[in-house]
């Protein structure tokens, strides 16, 4: 891989992880579009140095945050720290549930079906409208409301929902603080991301791996400061009740995949 290849999928992974706009539906509409032969499949490895890329990103955003949940965490108390870390738990369970029980079922939805990915995205494109018409409250994430939201993470498994943008817009949907609701929705995926690291390490596919090391360290860098970038970009953007401009784009996104399926059909 070249060292221009991989800034390119850095800052690519890095802008999709944040924004809504569902990087794995524009991953299958671009095979489609493409065909499958033209896009290489990229190894393991720098798919994981892309991840932790970007879970770092985050990290970094919410500095703070995550500086006071561990301190209160080892403070032994209940909390307001322990209670968030509990709520980020719970939240995660229907991801874990859904990825260990259909892995097989998923895999087979990943396949250029673009009628699928279009109809996610105009899904998307409808919760991010909503989302941004939602009135503005200081309430903060409940333990059923991380339930709920665990919940949109699942379903944005499928490609073309947006992982940001179902949990953020299900947060606001529930009549939680958008600030609050993008931070819990970021702050939420890094355990996820860590624990898929930590899966790929253990399965040993990463020991037949090629790639040398500036590639890896080009991706890295470019994903982090993408990652960085848009995520904090975000923030701002949920706060000040921009998403229909997601919206939009996603609804535009989802009628072309409809109707370049059906021209490639006749």
Avoid at 84 to 91: C, G, R, Y
Avoid at 239 to 252: D, G, H, P, R, T
């Amino acid at each position: 891989m070249e060292v221009i290849d991989a800034v390119f999928l850095g800052i690519i992974q890095g802008l999709t992880e944040f924004l809504p706009v569902s990087s794995s539906g524009h991953l299958e509409i671009g095979k489609a579009l493409l065909g499958d032969h033209t896009i290489p499949e990229e190894s393991l490895m720098i798919t994981v140095v892309l991840h932790f890329a970007t879970a770092l990103s985050t990290i970094v955003v919410f500095r703070k945050d995550v500086f006071d949940i561990f301190r209160g965490l080892f403070s032994f108390k209940w909390n307001e720290e322990t209670q968030f870390s509990l709520k980020i738990i719970l939240s995660m369970i229907p991801a874990v549930i859904v990825g260990l029980m259909f892995e097989e079922e998923l895999e087979a939805l990943f396949g250029g079906n673009l009628t699928f990915v279009g109809f996610m995205l105009l899904i998307t494109s409808l919760l991010l409208w909503l989302a941004d018409k939602a009135k503005h409250t200081g309430k903060p994430v409940s333990y059923k409301d991380s339930i709920v939201i665990g919940v949109a993470q699942a379903i944005a498994i499928l490609p073309g929902i947006s992982r940001s943008g179902a949990t953020i817009s299900t947060s606001v949907l529930l009549g939680n603080d958008k600030g609050k609701a993008a931070r819990f929705s970021f702050l939420m995926v890094v355990p996820l991301i860590l624990g898929k690291i930590a899966k790929d390490l253990m399965s040993g596919d990463l020991a037949s791996s090629s790639i040398e090391f500036m590639p890896l360290l080009a991706g890295f860098i470019a994903a982090f400061i993408a990652g960085f970038a848009a995520c904090t970009w975000m923030i701002a953007l949920v706060k000040k009740s921009k998403l229909s401009y997601f919206a939009i784009y996603c609804f535009i996104v989802g009628i072309i995949a409809i109707t370049c399926e059906y021209y490639f059909a006749a």
